[in-house]
């Protein structure tokens, strides 16, 4: 009988745990969604497999470390919808890699561009090097000053 109550309390503490984890995910997704669906949407276009990576991400164990340290909340938000909207994205073939993704507008300053190949089409620096003929250092200074130029704007 008491091995009996004692499962029962450790059933209810499970529960209530897993209503508050429930609880603390959705605070998270009122705060942040917008911000992370954005920053899918930049990635993969598609609207309903972004909407699908957006409920992949406020499902998913890593948010726990948000829940842990709201401080640090937006920043791992937006890291684990980049890695989750890359990890979504199909896989280019050999022609996908040997051809970029044609950028926004030809107009667009080399920063821009090297951002976009970075961050929303998953290309490492020494890819991005490579293919626009930089140096891996000229490719991380126009990352920096796109941010720089990013956040005075």
């Known amino acids: 009988m008491w091995v009996r109550g004692v499962m029962k309390q450790v059933e209810k503490k499970s529960t209530s745990q897993e ?4 609880a603390d995910h959705l605070t998270l997704y009122d705060r942040y969604g917008s911000m992370a669906y954005g920053v899918i949407l930049r990635i993969i276009p598609q609207t309903q497999i972004a909407q699908a990576v957006l409920i992949n991400l406020f499902s998913s164990p890593e948010l726990k470390a948000c829940v ?4 640090h909340a ?16 199909p896989v280019p073939n ?7 993704r044609p950028v926004v507008d030809m107009n667009d300053t080399v920063e821009k561009v090297v951002f976009d190949l970075s961050f929303c089409q998953g290309y490492t620096p020494d890819a991005i090097a490579e293919k626009l003929h930089l140096s891996r250092t000229n490719v991380m200074k126009s990352i920096y000053v796109y941010f720089k130029d990013l956040r005075s704007s």
């Open 19 to 22: 209503v508050i984890r429930h």
């Open 68 to 71: 842990d340290d709201p401080s």
């Open 94 to 100: 050999n022609d996908d890699t040997k051809r970029l």
């Open 74 to 89: 937006a920043g791992e938000i937006i890291r684990l919808a980049r890695t989750k909207a890359l990890a979504a994205r």
